[in-house]
């Protein structure tokens, strides 16, 4: 059962959610800058992290039935969001630059179906980056945040679920090392820098950026299923693509 999507917004306006989308949009920024000229996709509930991609072309928030939707974005009279069936997507095959997948794969029904599903609308030349609660660290262990729900993960699980979808891991970063309890915050980011070094293991979330194996041809879409209220999202057209900086600081790389 997903958390509904009033909770997740509520967390996010709280301490603990403005840390959270303050050092993962920082990871996200390394990789992806402002995904400038790129069509991007958020699945799950990514919304506190889209407005950051400026550079993008065209930007959609897509959220599971069982969370349910909200408007997005905030400031714009016209809605970017959709309420969608998570294991079938209704856009067209490689139609996605970026896919930023959060609070998608711990309480997904099938997280190996979901991630397929992602993969069969990321763009050949696209990348998509997983961020999870991470199974070692606290943040996992507190029910008062979302990444207390559902299935927690390492970052093989990550890998062999990419794998399985036909991707490939390419870099890899964690945050939140900083315990859940309000009066570390301040702490946070210097515990961040410090945590990496001596204890890795200890992040409260994994965020893993993988792209396709090879340029194949992706399989059939469900163009016909696009929503009209969004416009015809056909595959991104042949266009260069900026490439990804990459989650992992050096050493780190896959």
């Given at each position: 059962?997903?958390?509904?999507?009033?909770?997740?917004?509520?967390?996010y306006d709280?301490?603990?959610?403005l840390?959270?989308?303050?050092?993962v949009?920082r990871?996200?920024?390394?990789?992806?800058?402002?995904?400038?000229?790129?069509?991007v996709?958020?699945?799950?509930?990514?919304?506190?992290?889209?407005?950051?991609?400026?550079?993008?072309?065209?930007?959609?928030?897509?959220?599971?039935?069982?969370?349910?939707?909200?408007?997005?974005?905030?400031?714009s009279?016209?809605?970017?969001?959709?309420?969608?069936?998570?294991?079938?997507?209704?856009?067209?095959a490689?139609?996605?630059?970026r896919?930023?997948?959060?609070?998608a794969?711990?309480?997904?029904?099938?997280?190996?179906?979901?991630?397929?599903?992602?993969?069969?609308?990321?763009?050949?030349?696209?990348?998509?980056?997983?961020?999870?609660?991470?199974?070692?660290?606290?943040?996992?262990?507190?029910?008062?945040?979302?990444f207390g729900?559902?299935?927690?993960?390492t970052?093989?699980?990550?890998?062999?679920?990419?794998?399985?979808?036909?991707?490939?891991?390419?870099?890899?970063?964690?945050?939140?090392?900083?315990?859940p309890?309000?009066?570390?915050f301040?702490?946070?980011?210097?515990?961040?820098?410090?945590?990496?070094?001596?204890?890795?293991?200890?992040?409260?979330?994994?965020?893993l950026?993988?792209?396709?194996?090879?340029?194949?041809?992706?399989?059939?879409?469900?163009?016909?299923?696009?929503?009209?209220?969004l416009?015809?999202?056909?595959?991104?057209p042949?266009?260069?693509i900026?490439?990804?900086r990459?989650?992992?600081?050096a050493g780190?790389?896959?």
């Amino acid at each position: 059962m997903r958390r509904p999507v009033q909770d997740l917004r509520a967390f996010y306006d709280e301490p603990a959610g403005l840390l959270t989308r303050r050092l993962v949009a920082r990871r996200l920024h390394e990789a992806w800058g402002t995904a400038e000229g790129c069509d991007v996709l958020g699945l799950g509930y990514a919304t506190p992290w889209l407005d950051a991609f400026s550079g993008a072309r065209r930007a959609i928030a897509a959220m599971p039935g069982g969370q349910g939707a909200e408007a997005w974005p905030v400031a714009s009279p016209r809605n970017r969001s959709l309420l969608v069936e998570e294991t079938r997507l209704p856009f067209a095959a490689g139609a996605f630059d970026r896919i930023l997948l959060v609070h998608a794969l711990e309480e997904a029904e099938d997280a190996g179906r979901l991630l397929a599903e992602a993969a069969r609308v990321l763009a050949p030349a696209g990348r998509i980056i997983l961020a999870a609660a991470a199974r070692g660290g606290l943040w996992a262990r507190a029910e008062s945040t979302p990444f207390g729900h559902g299935r927690p993960f390492t970052r093989r699980q990550m890998e062999r679920l990419v794998r399985e979808a036909g991707l490939e891991p390419m870099a890899w970063s964690a945050t939140l090392f900083a315990p859940p309890w309000p009066p570390l915050f301040p702490l946070a980011e210097t515990w961040d820098r410090m945590a990496r070094a001596v204890a890795p293991g200890s992040a409260g979330v994994i965020l893993l950026e993988a792209g396709r194996r090879t340029y194949a041809p992706v399989r059939p879409g469900l163009a016909e299923a696009a929503v009209a209220a969004l416009g015809e999202l056909a595959p991104a057209p042949a266009r260069p693509i900026p490439a990804s900086r990459g989650l992992a600081p050096a050493g780190e790389r896959r």
